[in-house]
Each structure stands twice: as structure tokens, then as C-alpha cells.
């Protein structure tokens, strides 16, 4: 099997479901603002129904390709801890994560996801240029 088509298989069902939440239910496909409303007890069935699809994800990823899928962590934990923590702050500053601004803001032509998703990425390589430079 051609190696990028599960990738390609991966982003045509974020990019459908994404789509079919804004259009169907009004809501930006956010992980961080699905899992902040389920928090709070808002929209329980719909924020449930989202993160369980991307549950069993996996389990779809096993039905259609016969394996699961290849997960390489090359991280320590203490550096996966730090950027975990370091992901959360910035998206609860940011309003959201790469998700919501990425896909969905993005493609809306969202001025804030725009400065949002560029904040992201420049972050995102700093850390890993210093993480790398101090040999984490």
C-alpha cells in the first residue's frame, strides 16, 4: 500500500468532520474548546460524540487497513510533559489549537487563525530547535 494513503485517508475524514459539525451544528472543530464545553457540561451529547469518534479512530484506522496504526515517539517523557503543558497553555491563550484554527479557521479565511496557526508553527519550531539544542 502506498504509504501516504492513510495520511490522506486521516485528513479527508478531519476535514469531513469538521465540516459536517460547523454546517450541521454551528460548532468550530476545536479539541480544545470540544473538551473545555464538555468540562463545563455544554452540548454533552454532541462535544461526546466528537471525542469518541476520535477514540476509535484507531479502531477504524484497524478495520480499514488491516493494522494499527504506526506511532513513533522518539521524546522522553519529561520533554512529552513539558509540551503537552506547553500545547495547553498556548491553546487556552490562543483560543483554541491548531485544530480549530488550522482546519476550520483557515479555511473560514479567519485573520485570527491566521496570526494563530503562524504563532503555532513559529513556536513549535523554536521549541523543538531548543529542546534539540540543549539535547532533550
Known amino acids: 500500500m502506498t504509504t501516504y494513503l492513510p495520511s490522506l485517508f486521516g485528513g ?3 476535514g469531513l468532520s469538521a465540516a459536517m459539525l460547523l454546517l450541521l451544528n454551528g460548532h468550530i472543530a476545536g479539541i480544545s474548546g470540544i473538551v473545555g464545553r464538555l468540562a463545563l457540561g455544554v452540548g454533552v451529547s454532541v462535544n461526546l460524540a ?3 469518534g476520535l477514540v476509535l479512530g484507531p479502531l477504524v484506522f484497524l478495520a480499514a487497513f488491516g493494522h494499527w496504526p504506526t506511532v513513533t515517539i522518539t521524546a522522553i517523557w519529561p520533554t ?3 509540551a503537552g503543558l ?3 497553555t498556548g491553546s487556552r491563550m490562543g483560543c483554541g489549537c ?3 484554527h488550522g482546519v476550520v479557521g483557515l479555511a473560514r479565511l479567519s485573520p485570527r487563525s491566521v496570526a494563530a496557526v ?3 508553527l513559529t513556536s513549535g519550531v523554536v521549541a523543538v ?3 534539540k ?3 532533550l
Do not use: A, D, R
Request: aromatic share 8%; hydrophobic share 60%; proline share 0%.
Open 12 to 14: 479527508m475524514l478531519i
Open 50 to 52: 466528537f471525542l469518541t
Open 80 to 82: 512529552i510533559i513539558v
Open 86 to 88: 506547553l500545547v495547553g
Open 98 to 100: 491548531t485544530s480549530g
Open 118 to 120: 503562524i504563532t503555532f
Open 129 to 131: 530547535t531548543l529542546s
Open 133 to 135: 539544542g540543549l539535547g
